[in-house]
């Protein structure tokens, strides 16, 4: 249900994402008739599919029971913006002997088309 929440334009190019507990309930499940929910990949070792989609470990997605499962083209729904080069300063003061160098950047990031991401949780699917 959550993949067909999205518009199908949205489809190509989408991936689920959910952390490793997630991951592994999925494992163990299996439709009406026996079939595991999940199945490997022809063209890629070690991926594994749902509903034709790959899948995605993140450890930042919370475990079941929050919002523990998103789908969507997250290239088309999600910018990652550079606001600031990353730049090396050494610091030869600090560590006696040694020189220590510090690096600075600065990273932003925004959903930039919300139809193309959903998240679903426990008892409802919602948009991002």
């Not at 999925?26 to 199945?39: E, F, H, Q, V, Y």
């Not at 606001?83 to 600065?106: H, K, N, Q, V």
Request: aromatic content about 10%; charged content about 15%.
């Amino acid at each position: 249900m959550l993949k067909f929440q999205i518009p199908i334009e949205w489809h190509n190019g989408g991936s689920y994402l959910m952390n490793q507990k997630t991951f592994a309930l999925l494992l163990t499940m299996s439709d009406a008739i026996g079939r595991p929910l999940l199945i490997a990949s022809p063209t890629e070792g070690g991926q594994f599919l749902l509903n034709g989609s790959p899948i995605v470990i993140a450890s930042q997605m919370p475990n079941p029971g929050a919002t523990p499962v998103a789908f969507g083209n997250w290239r088309q729904g999600y910018m990652i913006v550079d606001r600031r080069a990353l730049t090396m300063l050494p610091d030869p003061y600090s560590a006696g002997f040694c020189t220590l160098f510090r690096f600075e950047t600065r990273i932003g990031g925004a959903v930039s088309c919300p139809n193309a991401i959903r998240l679903c949780g426990s008892n409802k699917c919602e948009s991002e």
